[in-house]
């Protein structure tokens, strides 16, 4: 356990952002998921529609660090050529 006072604080504030990273860090892996879901589905509508959702929460993210921003590119790339995809038909 943690002696100083500022100690204790920086355990605090560790607790706070961690929450927050995860929080944020789900909201985008479910975004991601719901524009995946609608192109297994087929549903070209719902994809448009929460594809620009979906890249904006990967690209703020990836600038606040909470994931590489290669990754955050594969991420975008791979969203934009699921809804391209179902866009062509094939």
Do not use: C, W, Y
Request: charged share 30%; hydrophobic share 35%; glycine share 2%.
């Amino acid at each position: 356990m943690a002696h100083s006072r500022t100690a204790r604080k920086a355990i605090r504030q560790n607790e706070k952002r961690r929450e927050l990273n995860r929080a944020l860090n789900s909201s985008m892996r479910t975004q991601f998921k719901k524009v995946m879901t609608a192109v297994a589905e087929g549903d070209a509508t719902t994809a448009n529609t929460e594809l620009p959702h979906a890249q904006k929460l990967v690209d703020k993210a990836a600038k606040t660090n909470r994931v590489h921003k290669n990754k955050a590119a594969r991420l975008k790339s791979q969203l934009a050529r699921a809804v391209q995809s179902l866009a062509s038909g094939s």
